[in-house]
């Protein structure tokens, strides 16, 4: 059974920091895609950033872009975000998605496997 859980959100005050983490089992990580997507309440689930399958390409939405960056680690099977200068803005459900052999699309269609989502509160 895949497994994608995602942990590291919460309250925070603009400007600061938060890194996610999304935890895979139940696939083979190292051929996957990896992709975050977030909702904010009352709007459609949105693209952040997803990192190749190889770790060879990188791709984030422009409202994110030098503030947020993705990254992958095999051994552990992991694909944390790092969110820097957090703003109110960012407040939304962050999900992970895993795609295989995937490029790193912005395309939420392309992902199989989600995980349940954390909540993320950026206050101003």
């Known amino acids: 059974q895949v497994q994608l859980v995602e942990s590291g959100g919460g309250l925070v005050q603009a400007g600061h920091s938060l890194t996610l983490s999304c935890a895979a089992s139940?696939?083979?990580?190292?051929?996957?895609?990896m992709g975050w997507f977030r909702q904010a309440p009352g709007k459609d689930r949105e693209f952040v950033a997803a990192?190749?399958?190889?770790?060879?390409?990188?791709n984030y939405a422009d409202s994110v872009k030098g503030r947020f960056t993705i990254s992958r680690d095999n051994a552990k099977n992991t694909g944390p975000l790092q969110m820097n200068s957090l703003k109110p803005e960012d407040t939304a459900v962050y999900y992970c998605?895993?795609?295989?052999w995937g490029s790193g699309t912005n395309s939420a269609d392309r992902y199989e496997y989600w995980g349940q989502g954390t909540q993320v509160t950026v206050s101003s």
């Open positions: 998605a895993a795609d295989a």
């Open positions: 990192i190749s399958w190889d770790a060879a390409k990188t």
């Open positions: 139940g696939l083979n990580f190292r051929v996957h895609a």
